[in-house]
């Protein structure tokens, strides 16, 4: 119990007071002004350049949505919330990856070599315009990458678009969405060999990229390692596995797997077998949405459950080891299992039960909003990612609360579009009180759950009239 993170996980649950919302600008995309700029294709997935596709779909500006006052009032329960100054009718822009608040502070920047599509040089993706902002020319791969990336992305978090909104609680979020930014760019990056890693020297790139750091963190790297042309294949090897074994064993070692934490030991709860579940994760980035007014109760199907988990325990291909999180659960009303709360063991595909019975009450005492108690009652699936501070603390120092969150957030991103892809509506909620169901799952010592998302089937009312702004 050292260091500053561990004082502020145990401290900030809820947002605290902003005292001035008003002194922070409402712009959610930089500018550079004078800079040199590098248009990239519109519309980006007509053109064949891969990275100006994998941008917008990681960080474009991509769809358009109309809401009114009134869509406030799942959120509120009352019409006192509705401001007077507002127009009845508001067009937002939204990105493709949730962000806490539709707050978008994220950012990507691209570091590009001789080999990348884009002209090398340090780069500030400008969601905006879809272009590209010349920070630097010249390569400056060898600071960020680990492999022999074309290109390397990196991602930021501007933290006072958060702390506008959330004062303290900026941090939790913007670490929380550093997992959701790199899982959802895992899963848009198909094909170009993408790996990313959230351990580096941070200081190195905060000043390759130019930031100020106590306003924008640097949170994670993405390195592209597209294939080249393939030769002509040999005759296998696989009638000689003593040599091929002595051969493997040193590439492994030349680059190896993340040591796990140490394990948790099994429970000795009731296991539920699921059935083979294949989530497309690329197919639910097209229509993942947050559900905006909930879900309708109906049943959910062992297929859709196991699907979803498959997704939420997979590990990412990262430096991060799978285990950094456990992968918790709460079910209602999902055929042929038992209400109750789990932990989803994803070695062996299997739900291990925690807590028997009826959990819809619990999850409604720990949420603070309208919409979130509406979740409780009408979702079927509850996600909630548990850490264990010690263990991660003792791994990573200081680093272990940003790393913790980020897997927690990775998993129910993951979550959220393989859910998308079977046609289930989520929503990632942090306005619940997740540290008051801790007890009935059992956590013991500095083990805690991290945030929830719920899943379900989509409110007849939910869907907004969106339009889609690049395909
Ligand atoms: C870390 C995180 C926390 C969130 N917390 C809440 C929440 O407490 N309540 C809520 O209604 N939505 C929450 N959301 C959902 C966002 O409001 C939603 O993603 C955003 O409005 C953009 O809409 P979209 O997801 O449909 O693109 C959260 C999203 C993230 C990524």
Sequence with gaps: MSNEATRYHEDVHTPTEVANPKAYPPQVVKSY?????????????????????????LGGITRSQWLTPLDMLPFTDSF?????????QWLVTRRPTPSGGARYSSEWYVIAGPDSEVPTGVHYYDPARHDLVRLRSGDYRSWVASRPAATVLVQTNVFWRLAAKYGEMYYR??????????AHALAVADGTGATARLCFPDADI??????D???EGVHAVVELVPPVPSAFGGPSLTTFPLAAGAHASVLAQSRPDPAPLPIAPAGEGRRISLPHAEPDLPAGTRTRHAAVRGFNGEPMSPGALATILTA??????????????EFYCVIADVTGV????????PDRHQLELVS???PRQRIREAALAALTQQGARTANLWLLPVGDAEAAEERYGARWYRLQQAAAGAALHRACLAAAAVDVASRIQNDVLTHLLDSWFGLEGRKRSLLMAHFGTEHPAGLRPEFRLTW
């Design 213 to 215: 750091p106590r306003e």
């Design 33 to 57: 002004p004078g800079a040199p700029r590098h248009p990239l294709p519109w519309p980006p997935e007509k053109s064949g350049n891969r990275l100006g596709r994998l941008l917008a779909d």
């Design 80 to 88: 006192e919330a509705i401001p007077d100054d507002d127009p009845l």
């Design 356 to 358: 028997e019975g009826d």
């Design 338 to 345: 038992p209400a109750g709360a789990y932990r989803y063991l």
């Design 206 to 211: 905060t000043e390759l990229l130019g930031l």
């Design 312 to 325: 939420y325990g997979r590990q990412a291909r990262w430096d991060l080891p799978a285990n950094l999180v």
């Design 173 to 182: 979020l913007a670490c929380l969405e550093s997992g959701i930014q790199v």
